[in-house]
């Protein structure tokens, strides 16, 4: 409930008169560590990272994210001992409650940090242990943030110091922004910006211990398939709780509960893991017929201040202009904003099905009541017109990479779960998950948004349960400039086989292939790359637009998930592993970022024979020299009647082609591109169903 109570106490400080500066000491470290001594390893980091430090695994991470964003205190060694002492700080008389607070970035070696307060007198008044639960090898988030009471050991203090001390081995700890507050401090969220980005938009939220946002008050539920009616109703009476709504058959349920055992009765702070909780309170009660327990976290794609109305359900005028549905079409599934089911590129990959509307009768069996072109799960009715223009844009982008396949029927199947404002929640996005995949059959479902923490039951189960209908989820990596190991997005960092997670890749001033400069990145948890940046689709009203981002390019591997699956069959193992050996190889450029370097080129995809589109196609051609300076020479290894040859660079944009070639064994053929740019390009070779594509560098 941020922004309501925020609103209120602003409210009543103005008019009581309080002084609204509770901060009674704050060290940044923006210009050096100042007047804090150091014994040991400790010095001081311009940047925020500790890149550049000897026997430090460093490794491309991202800098340390405090809310100053200027230098840190650094601590690099693994020696395990070293101090970072304050000042004396004079503390006013009559200040009783205390509040230390700070933003750390650490990684262990099987040691941690130690917080120590002394009195003046030398007399130790807090010697603490963080209890942050790091295996070695193991770190926080990159913006950890902590908020120590200290009124029980500072109560008529009048000077103290603070010290952070290593104990045990760490192989980094960056430290930022220390303050000492008068009043409880608010728990930011993760990313900082999200927070007023939400207060803004004026959704209520309440913030987990990793600084993830939930819905206040509500907890979801997912039921196994032994719990009856009546054990729900026992275990919902015992928590006092209200069912909100239900989905999937009611496997899902979102229930809102009063405060007290899972949220603070006035605040509706989080007071611990609902599972944890769970238990606690019930102890045996449960009998295994709750097989997970979920806050309604929030999840984002694009965040606008656009007007919050609801979609009415739809009426036959509505659909009346929309043609039949293609027949046997590959169902790939859209979870966003909705989608606009009256512009003119989109409305032939449109999904219909029987039910029919206006009946109010469940007439598929799904437990959705005239459902006929997907579902608005914000509104809670048949109409996902999108209000955003994300989700149209996402579908587009679909739509105009499998209409360049031809033999192939495709469908688009647009689930409303985030509402006019890009804000989706939990409940929305795990009871589209299933219904895609169990109730409409669907090959592909394209999650292009995520949220941060520490990941999700509910929504990893439903995912998990998708992939047993063989359901592949293209997810993007988010668009922090983050790396993924410290902070996970999900669900793209689901350590699932049935999750494809995408970023995106640039080419940078010097013409050099890079990861985009917004992307998330790591090679252990993002799969491949793809087009990302000034992507032109589909946006409501017939228009059409640009846009940049990770969900840009989402769509695009989710378009060349439905190609294969169209020549191969639905099997997300066999899909999920043609797109990464099918990937282009760029492991010096793109490695350090996304696993071996992939990088999809959709152009791979539309071809009429999965097996000549195998990695072990005979090799067709050898450019040489490589690198080149103006023509490139291709030197012929087996006959190609009727080749067509395309050069693209590493934007994808097409630069030249000549079509209707039929060069025999031991010819060369001669490409001129010496108008174009020094830098990395790639040779496309298509004949009859067969793609070669190989890597060239001109000079």
């Given at each position: 409930?941020?922004?309501?109570?925020?609103?209120?106490?602003?409210?009543?400080?103005?008019?009581?008169?309080?002084?609204?500066?509770?901060?009674?000491?704050?060290?940044?470290?923006?210009?050096?560590?100042?007047?804090?001594?150091?014994?040991?390893?400790?010095?001081?980091s311009?940047?925020g990272?500790?890149?550049?430090?000897?026997?430090?695994?460093?490794?491309?991470?991202?800098?340390?994210?405090?809310?100053?964003?200027?230098?840190?205190?650094?601590?690099?060694?693994l020696?395990?001992?070293?101090?970072l002492?304050?000042?004396?700080?004079?503390?006013?008389?009559?200040?009783?409650d205390?509040?230390?607070?700070?933003?750390?970035?650490?990684r262990?070696?099987?040691?941690?940090?130690?917080?120590?307060?002394?009195?003046?007198?030398?007399?130790?008044?807090?010697?603490s242990?963080?209890?942050?639960?790091?295996?070695?090898?193991?770190?926080t988030?990159s913006?950890?943030?902590?908020?120590i009471p200290?009124?029980?050991?500072?109560?008529?203090?009048?000077?103290?110091?603070?010290?952070?001390?290593?104990?045990?081995?760490?192989?980094?700890?960056?430290?930022d922004?220390?303050?000492?507050?008068?009043?409880?401090?608010e728990?930011?969220?993760?990313?900082l910006?999200?927070?007023p980005?939400?207060?803004?938009l004026?959704?209520?939220?309440?913030?987990?211990?990793?600084?993830a946002?939930?819905?206040?008050?509500?907890?979801?539920?997912?039921?196994?398939?032994?719990?009856?009616?009546?054990?729900k109703?026992i275990?919902?009476?015992?928590?006092?709780?209200?069912?909100?709504?239900?989905?999937?058959?009611?496997r899902?349920?979102?229930?809102?509960?009063?405060?007290?055992?899972?949220?603070?009765?006035?605040?509706?702070e989080?007071?611990?893991?609902?599972?944890?909780?769970?238990?606690?309170?019930l102890?045996?009660?449960?009998?295994?017929?709750?097989?997970?327990?979920?806050?309604?976290?929030?999840?984002?794609?694009?965040?606008?201040?656009?007007?919050d109305?609801?979609?009415?359900?739809?009426?036959?005028?509505?659909?009346?202009?929309?043609?039949?549905?293609?027949?046997d079409?590959?169902?790939?599934?859209?979870?966003?904003?909705?989608?606009?089911?009256?512009?003119?590129?989109?409305?032939?990959?449109?999904?219909?099905n029987?039910?029919?509307?206006?009946?109010?009768?469940?007439?598929?069996?799904d437990?959705?009541?005239?459902?006929?072109?997907?579902?608005?799960?914000?509104?809670?009715?048949?109409?996902?017109?999108?209000?955003?223009?994300?989700?149209?844009?996402v579908?587009?982008?679909?739509?105009?990479?499998?209409?360049?396949?031809?033999?192939?029927s495709?469908?688009?199947?647009?689930?409303?779960?985030h509402d006019?404002?890009?804000?989706g929640?939990?409940?929305?996005?795990?009871?589209?998950?299933?219904?895609?995949?169990i109730?409409?059959?669907?090959?592909?479902?394209n999650?292009?948004?995520?949220?941060?923490?520490?990941?999700?039951?509910?929504?990893?189960?439903?995912?998990?349960?998708?992939?047993?209908?063989?359901?592949?989820?293209?997810?993007?990596?988010?668009?922090?400039?983050?790396?993924?190991?410290?902070?996970?997005?999900?669900?793209?960092?689901?350590?699932?086989?049935?999750?494809?997670?995408?970023?995106?890749?640039?080419?940078?001033?010097?013409?050099?292939?890079?990861?985009?400069?917004?992307t998330?990145?790591?090679?252990?948890?993002v799969?491949v790359?793809?087009?990302?940046?000034?992507?032109?689709?589909?946006?409501?009203?017939?228009?059409?637009?640009d846009?940049?981002?990770?969900?840009?390019?989402?769509?695009?591997?989710?378009?060349?998930?439905?190609?294969y699956?169209?020549e191969?069959?639905?099997?997300?193992?066999?899909?999920?592993?043609?797109?990464?050996?099918?990937?282009?190889?760029?492991?010096?450029e793109?490695?350090?970022?996304?696993?071996?370097?992939?990088?999809?080129?959709?152009?791979?995809?539309?071809?009429?024979?999965?097996?000549?589109?195998?990695?072990?196609?005979?090799?067709?051609?050898?450019?040489s020299p490589?690198?080149?300076?103006?023509?490139?020479?291709?030197?012929?290894?087996?006959?190609?009647?009727g080749?067509?040859?395309?050069?693209?660079d590493?934007?994808?944009?097409?630069?030249?082609?000549?079509?209707?070639?039929?060069?025999?064994?031991?010819?060369?053929?001669?490409?001129?591109?010496?108008?174009?740019?020094?830098?990395?390009?790639?040779?496309?070779?298509?004949?009859?169903?067969?793609?070669?594509?190989?890597?060239?560098?001109?000079?």
């Amino acid at each position: 409930m941020r922004s309501i109570l925020k609103t209120l106490m602003l409210f009543g400080a103005l008019l009581v008169g309080l002084n609204l500066n509770a901060q009674l000491y704050e060290q940044t470290f923006d210009a050096g560590l100042d007047d804090w001594t150091v014994t040991g390893a400790w010095d001081w980091s311009a940047d925020g990272m500790a890149d550049g430090i000897p026997d430090t695994d460093w490794n491309n991470r991202s800098r340390l994210r405090s809310a100053s964003r200027g230098g840190a205190a650094r601590y690099a060694n693994l020696e395990g001992d070293g101090q970072l002492t304050s000042p004396v700080i004079s503390v006013p008389a009559g200040v009783a409650d205390l509040y230390l607070t700070f933003y750390q970035y650490l990684r262990s070696e099987g040691g941690g940090p130690r917080v120590i307060v002394t009195a003046a007198d030398g007399t130790v008044l807090l010697d603490s242990l963080l209890r942050l639960n790091l295996e070695p090898g193991e770190e926080t988030s990159s913006g950890s943030y902590h908020a120590i009471p200290l009124g029980e050991v500072t109560a008529n203090l009048s000077q103290m110091t603070i010290q952070f001390d290593v104990e045990g081995a760490l192989d980094f700890w960056l430290l930022d922004d220390v303050t000492l507050e008068r009043t409880s401090p608010e728990r930011p969220t993760f990313p900082l910006a999200l927070g007023p980005q939400l207060e803004n938009l004026g959704r209520d939220f309440v913030v987990d211990s990793v600084g993830a946002p939930a819905v206040p008050f509500e907890l979801i539920f997912d039921f196994s398939d032994a719990a009856s009616t009546e054990d729900k109703e026992i275990i919902r009476q015992r928590l006092r709780a209200e069912r909100v709504e239900s989905c999937v058959c009611d496997r899902l349920e979102l229930w809102k509960l009063p405060g007290g055992n899972f949220f603070d009765p006035v605040s509706g702070e989080i007071l611990g893991d609902p599972g944890e909780i769970l238990e606690r309170v019930l102890g045996s009660d449960s009998g295994g017929t709750v097989d997970g327990v979920d806050l309604n976290y929030l999840n984002f794609n694009e965040l606008d201040l656009n007007p919050d109305l609801p979609n009415l359900p739809l009426t036959p005028l509505d659909i009346d202009h929309l043609g039949p549905a293609p027949t046997d079409a590959i169902k790939v599934a859209i979870l966003d904003t909705g989608l606009d089911f009256d512009h003119p590129d989109l409305t032939d990959y449109l999904y219909r099905n029987d039910d029919a509307l206006g009946d109010l009768a469940d007439d598929d069996a799904d437990c959705l009541v005239d459902n006929v072109i997907g579902w608005n799960f914000v509104d809670g009715n048949n109409n996902p017109f999108d209000d955003n223009s994300h989700g149209t844009h996402v579908s587009g982008i679909v739509a105009e990479n499998l209409k360049e396949c031809a033999g192939c029927s495709f469908q688009l199947i647009p689930y409303k779960t985030h509402d006019s404002r890009g804000v989706g929640s939990l409940f929305n996005t795990a009871c589209a998950t299933l219904h895609a995949a169990i109730y409409e059959e669907v090959a592909v479902i394209n999650a292009s948004w995520g949220f941060y923490g520490t990941g999700s039951t509910i929504l990893g189960n439903a995912i998990d349960t998708a992939a047993s209908y063989g359901v592949l989820v293209t997810a993007a990596a988010g668009n922090d400039s983050l790396n993924l190991v410290a902070d996970a997005q999900y669900p793209a960092t689901f350590p699932l086989d049935n999750v494809l997670a995408v970023g995106t890749q640039m080419m940078d001033a010097d013409g050099n292939l890079t990861k985009a400069e917004f992307t998330n990145y790591n090679p252990d948890f993002v799969d491949v790359f793809t087009d990302g940046i000034m992507i032109n689709s589909t946006v409501p009203d017939d228009a059409r637009a640009d846009k940049t981002g990770t969900s840009m390019s989402t769509p695009a591997a989710a378009a060349a998930a439905a190609m294969y699956t169209c020549e191969a069959g639905k099997d997300f193992a066999q899909t999920r592993a043609y797109l990464l050996s099918t990937a282009t190889k760029f492991p010096a450029e793109l490695g350090p970022y996304v696993l071996d370097g992939n990088l999809l080129y959709l152009d791979t995809f539309c071809t009429t024979s999965v097996e000549d589109m195998s990695p072990t196609t005979p090799a067709a051609f050898v450019i040489s020299p490589n690198p080149i300076e103006e023509i490139i020479q291709v030197r012929i290894l087996q006959a190609l009647p009727g080749a067509n040859f395309r050069v693209y660079d590493m934007a994808g944009r097409l630069v030249t082609e000549t079509g209707g070639l039929s060069p025999l064994t031991g010819d060369t053929v001669s490409i001129d591109i010496r108008n174009e740019p020094p830098g990395l390009y790639l040779l496309s070779v298509r004949l009859a169903g067969r793609l070669w594509v190989e890597r060239l560098v001109k000079r």
